[in-house]
T-cell receptor, first 114, second 105 residues
């Protein structure tokens, strides 16, 4: 099986701009989660989508949004970028079987806001 | 917030066993314990999971106490490539700060 893919891998944006990141999950996985990782805050949960519906949400402002398509691919959008949004954004594709919830992470998109 | 507590850092000599502890005193009866690791600048990698019994796979062993309030991940023969941040997770996949394991020659 192909792994989780994220595009783009690197991105440089300017304050005030918006950005859209994409994630393609492992085939057959219907759940996609997004995380933000910064040196100061560690790995923080943004939101999870399952079958095109947001199932869980972390504690991030409304500038951070996401969606999931019928093929399970997901996008996240950050509007009005701030310098503090510079981070590694990780997508995880999940399977839930017999009570076991396994996440498989993509390589991440490194966003730099200048 | 994460439901787990881990030491921030540990060192281990190459070739020796690395034992990484995790406290999860508020774990619910049906929640699994998961371990992931993250090598610098890569996405976290799944290692192992367990519910009540001890588990072993090609990467590691997981020892869960009888009361399920703590667990230990064991890397039996640590190599330099095992240097990473190790995360212990319970329940809803909220990651804590993890343990930074440094394997030294």
């Amino acid at each position: 099986k192909a792994g989780v893919t994220q595009t783009p891998r690197y991105l440089i944006k300017t304050r005030g701009q918006q950005v859209t990141l994409s994630c393609s999950p492992i085939s057959g996985h219907r759940s996609v989660s997004w995380y933000q990782q910064t040196p100061g805050q560690g790995l923080q949960f943004l939101f999870e989508y399952f079958s095109e519906t947001q199932r869980n949400k972390g504690n991030f402002p409304g500038r951070f949004s996401g969606r999931q398509f019928s093929n399970s691919r997901s996008e996240m959008n950050v509007s009005t970028l701030e310098l503090g949004d510079s981070a590694l954004y990780l997508c995880a594709s999940s399977s839930f079987l017999a009570g076991v919830y396994e996440q498989y992470f993509g390589p991440g998109t490194r966003l730099t806001v200048t | 917030d994460a439901k787990t507590t881990q030491p921030p850092s540990m060192d281990c000599a190459e070739g020796r066993a690395a034992n990484l502890p995790c406290n999860h005193s508020t774990i619910s009866g049906n929640e699994y314990v998961y371990w992931y690791r993250q090598i610098h600048s890569q996405g976290p990698q799944y290692i192992i999971h367990g519910l009540k019994n001890n588990e072993t796979n090609e990467m590691a062993s997981l020892i869960i106490t009888e009361d399920r309030k703590s667990s230990t991940l064991i890397l039996p023969h640590a190599t330099l490539r095992d240097t990473a941040v190790y995360y212990c997770i319970v329940g809803d996949m909220r990651f804590g700060a993890g343990t930074r394991l440094t394997v030294k020659p």
